[in-house]
């Protein structure tokens, strides 16, 4: 034990001392973080933007990859978008949508000077052809946020109607994504299913060509509404899976920027002069779920399951109890993120107030699992994936968890299986973790909710529930933070789902690059990028 | 010279079907689901099932496996379950960049290998033998990843004559291409070469203390000539069957190699295939890898026939 707490300790210190007190020096804007560059930047030239991972479809009701979506933001454009505050404003609407008849009507008027890249004109019959495709679409992955809609309908020719089962306030950060994001009629129409193959929306960029696996290009379009303001000529995002390797290729110069770049990555770019850092708060959330009643599987009822962690939740807080977030944070991440244990992120425009995380109790920690009556030390098997940040975490939690008489197997699996086993029910405790959408909802209902979508833990309480509920109906921003910190408070409860840390957006790019935007949706936005004059 | 050919015909199509079995049940194999792993971070049921009915998951495997093999016949690899695009084309896209690594690779094993060990060999004993086999024994142990970032930082960042990535092809810019592809080479080629330095340093070692050489020696034949004309010619026997043998290590190896590259070649589509359980492209990849060595295999062996008539009757027996 005292071996333990040495390692943790000694780990602690060197990851204190070797932190990125630079990070912050370097903060000039939103909150500490450097969301943008304001230098001017000239005319022309390529911009290789290098991605984590290969997108997926490039169809807006198809896609389900946040690289995916980074693409999207170069050649999609949407109803909505967020700001650097996390608020959500008009993209391809005039203005933000009315709503009416209780809240089961919505009204969005769609901006005039619109047209797609392969000329057609947007107007109100495309934007609510798109929404309906987006609904209906077999294997639409926006058929479940989009719900509730029951039809969208065009009643002018820039004014789009869309009538709802019931009153849904998240619609509006859901149409600030790809649900909102609006396909030319024509290349729908002349494609079909293919339109991931040609797409074409309204956007500073249009689609060129991709080569799988590989790159991405995507070249100025001329019909773009804004297009004086748009410098680059061509934008090609590179999949480069290695953040070693996409850190080799930022200091060659043979690509621009870096999305996603890991702690490690950005600790060693801050010693390069010819590169400079955007940082931007993630809207979503990592932690590690217990399974406490999935036995059917994801998505389906609840129901009884026979381990110490699903029967007794004193177990569970006992677990949380012997964790330290702070030291987590260090150890693992450099101190480069942040410590969280709620699922909306305080960035978010609906944030209900930063909660206070439970420190470390060992004292009461060993007294919860002895009223439980459980056998000492309480073994759990947690699944962790084989990325290098998720093996250390889980030897972390291991070693914490150990000095709390908790027995911590850890169990690395590529990420599929891990998916199939957890999905299954085929756990005790798992490293998990959610990119975040920009409406509270979108990081809860379908985690926590009873049968959610990726409700893997198999968490089921009326209360939350009931909340869940009130969140989606409730106008009123105010009342509205204030039902997501009950909800936080009854998720808490559980302590089935441990939020412990809130990663930060990172993208490296070089120092003669400027005018990119990373918000906190973790999209590298690059119409206004270019090349320093 | 015809049945013998439709005999190795009717071997290589029955071959090519067990082959494409293995292929079809070994992916499917794999843990993990697909309709999961397709699904990103939207895993909701309704998508889940959608997945599965777009790609026929739902299906009995048999039945999956004759729609597989009707679509291959007719030239229909199918469309990649992650992004769409025609899995023959991909392919296509992405032959190319392989065979360029590994030709180059091939050719700095061959220039570099015999080189050295030649050199070896004709100065056992001194220091080139040592300074031969440490570097030999350097290229066998060091790992291609570490290799390559070595590499990468000396010679793309450092002192920036190479590129760290990408793949532009020859045709297009044959400078740029070169400059982008010397150095995975270096890294997919140095591991062969101390190979084939060793087996070529082994075999003149054998043949330089034979009769035949020192026979070639009594007859005032020049050293250049002995080595040369007789000991390496000899050696190249037993160094290129282990050339032949090396080759499927070379396409293996380029997958590490394309990685840290970013090369968009086979190595490439075939692990980002893997990990995302993309069965379409990953059935397409094997079985078109499968089918070009069965492919060769048969050309060779058509070739043999051709050169020694001995084959054609046994084979007819």
């Not at chain 1, 490039?58 to 946040?66: E, G, I, K, V």
């Not at chain 1, 946020?145 to 950060?173: H, S």
């Not at chain 2, 997958?255 to 970013?262: L, P």
Request: aromatic residues 6%; hydrophobic residues 45%.
């Amino acid at each position: 034990m005292r071996r333990t707490a040495a390692f943790l300790g000694v780990a602690g210190l060197l990851a204190g001392a070797t932190g990125c007190g630079s990070l912050t020096s370097a903060a000039t804007e939103v909150g500490g973080d450097r969301m943008t560059d304001p230098r001017p930047v000239r005319d022309g030239g390529t911009l290789t933007v290098a991605l984590k991972s290969d997108p997926d479809k490039l169809d807006p009701s198809l896609a389900q990859t946040l690289v995916g979506r980074t693409v999207f933001a170069g050649m999609c454009e949407k109803l909505y978008d967020t700001d650097r505050t996390g608020k959500v404003v008009p993209q391809l609407a005039a203005a933000l949508p009315k709503t009416s008849d209780g809240g089961r009507t919505v009204t969005i008027t769609v901006r005039h000077d619109l047209t797609f890249s392969d000329g057609t004109h947007l107007d109100a019959a495309a934007v609510a052809r798109s929404l309906e495709r987006h609904r209906t679409l077999p294997g639409s992955a926006r058929a479940t946020e989009l719900g509730p809609l029951v039809k969208a309908e065009a009643t002018g020719a820039y004014t789009v109607r869309i009538r709802l089962k019931e009153p849904y306030v998240p619609l509006t950060g859901v149409l600030a994504d790809r649900a909102g994001m609006v396909m030319s009629p024509t290349a729908l129409k002349k494609y079909g299913k293919n339109f991931t193959n040609h797409p074409s929306c309204v956007g500073p960029f249009k689609y060129v060509e991709r080569v799988a696996g590989d790159r991405i290009v995507l070249a100025k379009d001329p019909r773009y509404y804004d297009a004086d303001k748009v410098h680059l000529d061509k934008v090609v995002y590179k999949t480069i899976t290695d953040g070693g390797v996409r850190l080799a290729n930022l200091r060659s110069g043979d690509i621009q920027a870096g999305d996603q770049m890991g702690p490690v990555e950005v600790q060693s770019s801050l010693t390069e002069k010819q590169l400079q850092l955007f940082t931007s708060p993630s809207l979503g959330y990592q932690g590690l779920g217990f399974n406490t009643g999935n036995v059917h599987g994801t998505g389906q009822k609840p129901g009884k399951l026979d381990t110490v962690f699903a029967r007794e939740p004193r177990v569970r807080e006992a677990f949380e109890l012997a964790l330290d977030r702070k030291v987590i944070n260090k150890v693992v991440f450099q101190d480069m993120y942040e410590p969280a244990c709620g699922p909306v992120s305080p960035e978010s425009a609906i944030a209900p107030g930063a909660a206070d995380c439970p420190g470390r109790d060992l004292a009461r920690a060993k007294k919860l699992l002895k009223e439980a009556g459980v056998t000492l030390p309480v073994p759990v098997e947690l699944k962790v994936s084989t990325s290098p940040e998720d093996s250390r975490l889980g030897q972390v939690i291991q070693a914490m968890a150990r000095e709390a008489d908790f027995d911590v197997r850890l169990r690395p699996m590529e990420y599929a299986t891990l998916l199939e086993e957890t999905d299954a029910g085929r756990f005790d405790a798992y490293v998990s973790g959610w990119s975040g959408r920009l409406d509270p909802d979108g990081n809860i209902a379908s985690f926590v909710g009873t049968a959610g979508a990726m409700n893997t833990y198999g968490i089921s309480e009326p209360a939350i529930d009931r909340l869940i509920a009130k969140g989606r109906t409730t106008a009123d921003p105010a009342a509205r933070a204030r039902v997501y910190g009950q909800l936080t408070d009854r998720i808490r409860d559980q302590h089935a789902l441990l939020y412990l840390y809130r990663q930060k957006n990172y993208v490296v790019a070089r120092k003669d690059v400027a005018g990119l935007r990373v918000y906190g949706d973790g999209l590298v936005r690059v119409k206004d990028a270019g090349y320093v004059r | 010279m015809n049945r013998y050919l439709l005999t190795r015909l009717r071997q290589s199509l029955i071959t090519l079907f067990l082959v494409s079995v293995v292929v079809f049940a070994g992916i499917r194999a794999l843990p993990g689901d697909p309709a999961l792993a397709l699904a990103g971070e939207e895993r909701s049921p309704q998508a889940l099932a959608a997945i599965r009915e777009a790609y026929g998951l739902n299906d009995n495997i048999v039945v999956q496996y004759g729609r597989f093999v009707g679509h291959a016949l007719t030239g229909d690899l199918g469309t990649s379950a992650r992004t769409g695009l025609p899995v023959l084309d991909s392919i296509l896209d992405a032959l190319p960049v392989t065979l360029e690594l590994a030709a180059l690779s091939l050719l700095l094993a061959v220039v570099l290998g015999i080189g050295a060990g030649v050199l070896a060999a004709v100065r056992r004993g001194k220091a080139t033998e040592w300074l031969a086999n440490a570097i030999a024994l350097l290229g066998l142990s060091v790992p291609t990843f570490w290799l390559g970032i070595v590499l990468v930082l000396a010679f793309a960042i450092a002192v920036p004559i190479f590129a760290a990535s990408g793949y532009v092809p020859f045709g297009t810019d044959p400078l740029d291409n070169l400059r982008r592809m010397v150095l995975p080479a270096i890294v997919l080629g140095s591991g062969l070469a101390a190979v084939v330095m060793r087996q070529t340093r082994g075999a003149m070692l054998d043949n330089l203390s034979a009769d035949y050489v020192r026979t070639a020696r009594a007859k005032g034949l020049s050293r250049r000539q002995v080595v040369g004309g007789h000991a390496l010619r000899n050696s190249l026997v037993t160094v290129v069957t282990v050339l032949g043998l090396q080759l499927g290590h070379l396409i293996s190896g380029a997958v590490v190699t394309e990685q840290i590259f970013v090369l968009p070649g086979f190595g490439k589509l075939t692990i980002d295939a893997v990990f995302t359980r993309d069965y379409t492209m990953l059935q397409g990849v094997v079985l078109c890898t499968s089918a070009a060595y069965i492919l060769v295999n048969l050309a060779v062996d058509v070739l043999y026939s051709v050169i020694d008539p001995r084959i054609r009757l046994g084979g007819a027996r």
